[in-house]
């Protein structure tokens, strides 16, 4: 119910020509309706008498939320016409929504018994996290029209998502059986981990 407005917003967005702010309340109402989901798994491991596996849920869940504040700031700033601020939202709401996505992988391979596998998923997860902070500094530095220290921020945000998308990578290719694939993955993410480590370190000493 929560995501009908989203998706009602998006539609006169897109009926109005702002196709870039339509697709923002899209995401809100994506994000609403991938939150009321988890939830639902929560209250599905509650009465099947698993607590433990419900508070995991409910933190995938919490994951989407802060997914959709985000999404929902996007749609305020872009009607605003701050386009570099509003895409710095747009980023720090799909690393939540990425986040929650390799969380609820985590999960799923717990539940298969997979426990190796998990723990790499929730791994992946906390490195998509780690591109959250930068991006949302960058929307800070955008609003006092400082553009090159947000650039600079966006950089170090897709930086770490890159990583955590290239650990994903690894993860699929060691199911599929392919090993060798699955370690070049692993050293690229982290090379690319290492590599915005040091580009943080640059940008903070600024």
Same mark, same amino acid.
């Given at each position: 119910e929560r995501s009908f407005e989203p998706y009602l917003k998006a539609a006169q967005a897109d009926a109005a020509g702002k196709t870039c702010e339509g697709n923002s309340w899209n995401n809100a109402?994506?994000?609403f309706y991938n939150e009321a989901d988890k939830l639902g798994k929560a209250i599905e491991a509650e009465v099947a008498g698993n607590p433990e596996l419900a508070q995991k849920w409910r933190e995938v869940a919490a994951?989407?939320?802060r997914s959709v504040n985000h999404f929902l700031k996007v749609a305020e700033v872009k009607a605003a016409e701050k386009t570099e601020e509003?895409? =710095?939202?747009?980023? *720090? /709401?799909?690393g939540f929504y990425h986040a929650a996505d390799k969380l609820g992988k985590a999960i799923e391979a717990e539940e298969a018994g997979k426990p190796a596998v998990a723990?790499?998923?929730?791994? *992946?997860?906390a490195l998509q996290e780690r591109s959250v902070d930068p991006f949302l500094k960058a929307a800070q530095a955008y609003a006092a029209e400082k553009t090159?220290?947000?650039n600079s921020w966006n950089s170090a945000g897709a930086g770490f /998502?890159? &990583?955590?998308?290239k650990l994903g990578n690894a993860?699929?290719?060691?199911?599929?059986g392919k090993p060798e694939l699955a370690q070049k993955w692993r050293e690229a993410a982290a090379l690319q981990e290492r590599s915005t480590? =040091?580009?943080?370190? &640059?940008?903070t000493a600024k």
């Open positions: 109402g994506l994000g994951l989407q939320e509003a895409n =710095s939202w747009n980023l *720090a /709401g799909i723990q790499k998923w929730r791994d *992946a997860a090159d220290e947000g /998502g890159n &990583a955590a998308s993860i699929k290719a060691e199911e599929a480590d =040091s580009l943080l370190k &640059a940008v």
